[in-house]
């Protein structure tokens, strides 16, 4: 398969009426759901270092990625999108060391052109 | 404190031989697992609310509530104790979930609060104060016992910190050293020496009675040892 068609699905068409009168076959590519439309990037704004983040998508809770927070802001790069806008969850937690967090969840639309996620964590109960 | 976090069947294990329970702590290991590698793919364990601040160290007590999780007993005969918060949620409003032959004795309250003991000294204002008075009168107590009045005590005291220790070096010079009794001209004189018993430090003019000089030393004569500038 050429690069024109990588991670796109083949269907062959049966042949419409239209296509029988111009004595040819259609050949269509069809996209399927769990191919990837893009990469986009989700950038994390204001989250505390030393939290650990994961993002997934909102729909399916199936991860893309997480990991810890190494500065306040930071970017996703690559993550893979399925459907345009796809929404994803970002969950953001701090308990195991001082000082601790209440777990923070917010969500995201991820687009062609990127999209940002602004963290506010609180304190947790002492 | 030892809990088992079960993320599938959302269950917290209290392991053994542990039997009571401190609201606070379990909360705090619930935001721990939240936290954990596995717990960050799961929704959360608990909410908590309270420890607001009403003054003067209370505050509100805590009120912890299970999201669709249970906290389960080890099996044994024994009464379980949670204590410290109020325990709320869980599976059908029940976060305790059954374990064979435990009885859960769940403390709640409606109007809880918490007294904060200072980590400082650990006293109190007042209690800081009764100590500080004993320990004036004990003071007290041993300058007397020393033979000293307060004001005496405090002039000591200043004399111990002095940096210039120059006068009490002279003082046990005088004390200790030679001294020698030598005539000069018609008069006779008390002479105390420096450490190399050659500089003379001190010299004190003799007089009689009568406070004439003294011509001789004959037994009898010396009678006082005048005043010197030193």
């Given amino acids: 398969m050429t690069s024109r068609y990588r991670d796109r699905s083949v269907t062959r068409i049966l042949p419409s009426s239209k296509s029988c009168v111009m004595a040819g076959a259609w050949i269509s590519t069809v996209k399927h759901p769990g191919d990837v439309l893009f990469y986009a990037t989700l950038s994390i704004l204001n989250a505390v270092v030393g939290s650990r983040y994961r993002i997934a998508i909102a729909a399916t809770n199936v991860e893309l990625v997480k990991g810890n927070v190494s500065s306040t802001d930071f970017d996703l790069t690559g993550l893979p999108v399925y459907e345009n806008p796809m929404l994803v969850r970002v969950d953001i937690r701090k308990a195991s060391t001082d000082p601790k967090y209440q777990p923070f969840t917010t969500y995201a639309y991820l687009r062609r052109n990127g999209s940002s996620a602004y963290i506010s964590q609180q304190g947790a109960i002492v | ?230």
Wanted: glycine share 10%.
């Fill in chain 2, 1 to 230: 404190m030892a809990y088992s976090f079960d993320f599938d069947n959302r269950i917290i294990d209290v392991i053994s031989p542990q039997t009571d329970v401190d609201v606070q702590d379990l909360y705090e290991a619930c935001r721990e697992a939240e936290d954990s590698l596995i717990g960050i793919q799961y929704e959360g364990i608990v909410n908590a609310s309270g420890k607001e601040s009403l003054g003067s160290g209370v505050s509100i007590g805590l009120t912890v509530e299970l999201l669709d999780w249970q906290l389960r007993f080890w099996d044994g005969n024994y009464v379980a104790k949670i204590a410290g918060g109020n325990l709320v949620g869980g599976i059908g409003g029940d976060p305790v979930a059954y374990s064979p032959g435990v009885q859960v004795l769940l403390i709640q309250s409606a109007a809880s609060t918490v007294v904060q003991i200072s980590t400082g000294s650990g006293l109190s204002t007042e209690e800081h104060d009764q100590l500080m008075g004993v320990v004036a009168t004990k003071t007290d107590l041993l300058n007397k016992e020393a033979g000293l009045t307060p004001e005496q005590n405090t002039l000591l005291s200043n004399t111990a910190t002095k940096t210039d220790v120059a006068p009490i070096a002279f003082m046990e010079q005088v004390l200790k050293n030679k001294r020698e009794l030598v005539k000069s001209g018609s008069s006779w004189y008390l002479v105390v020496y420096g450490d190399d018993e050659i500089t003379p430090i001190l010299r004190k003019p003799l007089t009689d009675v009568s406070g004439s000089d003294i011509v001789d030393l004959i037994p009898g004569v010396l009678a006082r040892e005048g005043a010197s500038l030193v």
